[in-house]
């Protein structure tokens, strides 16, 4: 199970969209994680498979983005969405579903989902919401972390809000 502490320092320059990856553990290499950390603008800060490891990696790193592939709760997978948007009101969340006329790709946006992609659309919506997050860090300086946008406000919240810049990696322990 990889979580914050598996992470090193990104040589990549301030105002990059900072993520974290809520999917369910992988086995072998975690390609979509290395994926993701190739695109330009975009750094995974940490990634977590439960529930509980996402809120304590959301509070502990203030990403700018949370990522939830809904295999990682195959019972209830718009809960994870409904309980983020609870405990941190604004917070700005991915969720990768298989369709979205899905049963669940249709929950997330009720349990406040910023934004609900497919696999296919992944990469390319999260480089551009990395390339409009560092124009925005460049051109208008930082946002608090807690100064977001209201929830469901996908516009301005992928416009690029800030969150304060991350804690050095590689102390953290894994639940």
Known sequence: MRTAAD???SLKPPGVLRLILA???AHGPDVLLSTLGNLQDVEPIGRASSESEVLKLY???APDLVIVDLRLATEEPARLVGLLQ???PGARVLALVPDHASTAGRAVRVF????VVSMAELLEHVERLGREHARVRHGAGTVSARGRGAPGSSQQNEAGHNHRDAQPLGGGQSE
Do not use: I, K
């Open 59 to 61: 509070f502990s790193l």
């Open 23 to 25: 999917a369910p553990p």
């Open 7 to 9: 992470f090193r320092p």
């Open 112 to 115: 406040g989902a910023t934004t």
């Open 86 to 88: 609870r405990v941190a």
